[in-house]
């Protein structure tokens, strides 16, 4: 069973950066692509952004490219460095891994994904 661990949410002011990590105990990493996904209370987690085992990066449109996800396959991490940050991105952000998922449908949909972390919180104040 994979174990993935969030890190570096926080509290942080509208215009700011923060820089999410996720640690996978996994031991084939690199044939898992990542994702973060984000949820609000009463609302349904949603897509943010994705990478493919190939390094192929997949963000949601409503970003506005403020975003960027990245791997580290020797380290077993994904990052998500987040820029410009405004209060509606306040969420819990969750990290997830899917085993030689490839296509931009399944990369995009909670359905596409095997396991999750527990979350992060972040909160952006305006």
């Known amino acids: 069973q994979v174990q993935l661990v969030e890190s570096g949410g926080g509290l942080v002011q509208a215009g700011g950066s923060l820089r999410l990590s996720c640690a996978s105990s996994?031991?084939?990493?690199?044939?898992?692509?990542m994702g973060w996904f984000r949820q609000v209370p009463g609302k349904e987690r949603e897509f943010v952004a994705a990478?493919?085992?190939?390094?192929?990066?997949y963000y949601a449109d409503s970003l506005e490219g403020r975003f960027t996800i990245s791997r580290d396959n020797v380290k077993k991490t994904v990052s998500l460095q987040m820029n410009s940050l405004k209060p509606e991105d306040t969420a819990v952000y969750y990290c997830a891994g899917g085993y030689l998922r490839s296509s931009k449908e399944s990369l995009t949909t909670s359905r596409g994904y095997d396991y999750w972390g527990q979350g992060t919180q972040v909160t952006v104040s305006s």
């Open positions: 996994g031991r084939t990493f690199s044939r898992h692509a």
């Open positions: 990478i493919s085992t190939s390094g192929l990066t």
